[in-house]
């Protein structure tokens, strides 16, 4: 994934982004407030030596103190000098202990040694570290005094001076009680959990990314599918309440989109021009119906006399969609107990609807029955183009005994929504019974940015009126219009 392609998945997934940051921050804060103030004071020492009357002597004793001041710092965590500071001050804890809090460093080339010593009391951790100085200074110095030689056998009372150290240490700088604590550090926290929640939403949002194999653009699904994108339609959360494009606007995005989907698929087969489409989709929620029906709608709207047939058998949606009579259709037709002509709705003057009727026992059946090829082979002759809305292709197998009676399909395929896979089985299993794919619609795909569809008022087709069906008197369907 180049730097382009991650900018485009932080856009979309932006809340994983900022629950990992929020989270980050907030344990960066809980970690400051549960920590318990640690406060550090330090003390230095200087190692000299003794007996440096001259210049050469003085040389060779700095010589001496800085070869010896790093085996120094190492002494000051013994036992030889903790011990007695635990009893010396009656601390509650062990030397051991009291060592894991103490530390030394001597700078290269100084005779320098500073000691720091932590604690959760400021006035406790001054103490100890002078105290340590104190100790650590005596031990030094008795470790560098040589044994006292056993003296020879004297005929006077003259005895030879103890030895004496030839290295000498001295404080010169008592450790201070700290006025502030070194840990926790709140700002040192807060960034590291910044950088620590960024970190983790970026490496979420790579791995969901790789994970997600759901098409997010036309481009991807027509690159992926091999099959030409015939239209992409935004998505508008007022689709659900009017779902029907000459309610939600005649120049709306939607309506814009539709009628691109309309133009694309009268040039797509100019030679050989299917005049029975079928619209599905490889899973249910994927905007089958929505399509079908403001397809068909587009058409009437461009002139050509179209006729709308629910074949979804199994929730069928056609008649709620344009609000028509669900008791009568195609499955009535099927069965024999009436004539097209019969139970066919008028929706607008160029728009019939056939809706689906009572929900049979064998929808499957049904579909690919000879009748059903006959049906579709009479309406073709009476109307330009027939649209059957169908049922999803992978769940049932409504649609694939459908397919081969239509001349054309239109798969519909949901942004972010369907994966590959499905959309790959999908096409497999048309293929598979010779159905004739003609392209992809790409629905609910997130709204182009910057582009104004008001600007072309004026410039469009002329607004259909809206219309809906009723019954008369005697019960059959009548189509009345009017303006909204």
Not at 4 to 30: D, E, M, N
Not at 384 to 389: A, P, S, Y
Request: charged share 20%; hydrophobic share 40%.
């Amino acid at each position: 994934m180049d730097l382009r392609g991650f900018l485009k998945a932080l856009a979309r997934r932006w809340p994983t982004a900022v629950v990992c940051l929020v989270i980050g921050v907030g344990a960066a804060c809980s970690a400051t407030g549960l920590s318990t103030p640690v406060y550090e004071a330090r003390t230095q020492l200087f190692v000299a030596t003794r007996n440096s009357e001259d210049m050469v002597q003085l040389t060779q004793g700095q010589s001496f103190s800085q070869a010896r001041v790093q085996s120094y710092a190492s002494i000051v965590t013994t036992s030889q000098v903790t011990q007695p500071v635990v009893r010396a001050l009656r601390l509650r804890t062990t030397p051991e202990e009291l060592a894991s809090r103490i530390s030394a460093e001597a700078p290269l080339n100084t005779v320098l040694i500073n000691i720091s010593v932590r604690d959760t009391v400021p006035e406790r951790a001054a103490a100890i570290a002078n105290t340590v100085a104190r100790r650590f200074t005596y031990v030094v110095e008795q470790l560098e005094t040589p044994p006292s030689p056993t003296p020879p056998r004297q005929t006077d009372d003259r005895r030879p001076p103890p030895p004496v150290s030839p290295v000498s240490l001295g404080i010169t700088e008592k450790a201070a009680t700290p006025s502030a604590p070194v840990s926790p550090r709140p700002l040192l926290n807060l960034a590291v959990g910044v950088l620590g929640g960024l970190l983790v939403g970026a490496g979420l949002v790579i791995l969901r990314e790789t994970l997600d194999t759901t098409l997010k653009t036309s481009r991807a699904l027509a690159e992926f599918s091999g099959l030409p994108g015939l239209g992409s339609i935004p998505y508008d959360k007022q689709a659900p309440k009017r779902p029907l494009v000459t309610t939600a606007g005649q120049h709306s995005p939607r309506a814009e989109a539709f009628r691109k989907l309309r133009t694309n698929l009268q040039f797509a087969q100019v030679d050989d021009r299917p005049r029975i489409i079928m619209v599905t989709s490889s899973v249910p929620g994927e905007g089958k119906t929505n399509t079908a029906a403001n397809l068909a709608l587009s058409l009437a709207e461009a002139g050509t006399s179209t006729c709308l047939v629910d074949c979804d058998l199994r929730r069928p949606c056609v008649a709620k969609t344009f609000g028509l009579v669900q008791d009568a259709g195609l499955t009535t037709v099927l069965i024999g107990q009436a004539r097209v002509g019969d139970v066919i709705q008028q929706a607008d003057d160029r728009l019939a609807v056939l809706a689906s009727g009572p929900k049979p026992p064998n929808p499957t059946e049904l579909l690919a029955s000879t009748r059903m090829s006959e049906l579709l082979h009479e309406l073709a002759s009476t109307y330009e183009v027939v649209i059957t809305d169908t049922a999803p292709l992978l769940p049932v197998a409504d649609t694939l005994g459908l397919a081969p009676l239509a001349q054309g399909t239109l798969l519909v395929v949901r942004a972010s929504r369907t994966n590959r896979d499905q959309v790959r089985a999908s096409v497999e299993a048309l293929e598979r019974v010779g159905s004739r794919v003609l392209g992809t619609v790409f629905s609910m795909a997130p709204a182009p940015k910057g582009a104004d569809y008001d600007a072309y008022r004026g410039y469009g087709e002329l607004p259909a009126p809206r219309v809906s069906a009723h019954l008369d008197e005697s019960g059959a369907p009548a189509a009345t219009t009017g303006e909204k």
